[in-house]
């Protein structure tokens, strides 16, 4: 799992420009949703993967509550998702 670090590290603070106070600003929110970004989407539905859900990413979850079966997303295609089984 991902993990933010809670002190962002911006160097020397003396003399710093504007242009670069906005560089370390964007680098830092690249940083978060990056890491953000990382961490799957757990579902918890009635039903096994849906081959159609294309709304989908690659690693989201699904846990079917009917039988506890819990997949994952291992493949997004533009018109199927193929999941794996993984209890």
Known sequence: MAK??????????EKV????L?????????????AVNK???IYETDVDG???ATYLAN???NINNATN????V?????TTVTWKTLS
């Open 39 to 41: 961490k799957p989407d």
């Open 50 to 52: 849906v081959v159609g």
């Open 74 to 78: 291992t493949n997004h295609g533009s």
């Open 17 to 20: 420009t504007p242009e670069r």
């Open 69 to 72: 079966k819990v997949e994952m």
């Open 4 to 13: 933010i670090p809670e002190h962002y590290n911006m160097g020397s603070r």
């Open 59 to 61: 690693g989201d979850i």
């Open 22 to 34: 906005f560089e370390l600003i964007e680098r830092m929110y690249t940083d978060i949703a990056v």
